[in-house]
């Protein structure tokens, strides 16, 4: 196994010009063999739970609405009942 340890940015020939001095004809293949295979699908990662900022942001723009009249607030029962 070998690796490969760069410090300087490299063009795409300049890349290519390295492994080609670098590397075997079957090291070559079989990077390119793997260069080929589709990507794996990611998963996607798991939506983080709201933060206090989130919910006080979140907060103080319902407020703003309701002192433009824009919204109605929810009543304190209402509240209640939904936790």
């Known amino acids: ?13 300049q890349l290519a010009e390295l492994l080609r001095t670098q590397f075997s004809a079957a090291e ?7 260069l080929q295979q589709p990507v794996p699908k990611a998963r996607r990662p798991k939506k983080p739970l709201p933060s206090v900022a989130d919910d006080l942001r979140e907060a103080f723009t319902e ?15 209402d509240f209640l009942k939904e936790l």
């Open 1 to 13: 196994m070998h690796t490969l340890n760069l410090t300087i940015p490299l063009t795409l020939p």
């Open 28 to 34: 070559r293949q079989q990077l390119v063999e793997l």
């Open 63 to 77: 407020l703003k609405q309701y002192q433009r009249g824009e919204t109605q607030l929810q009543t304190l029962d």
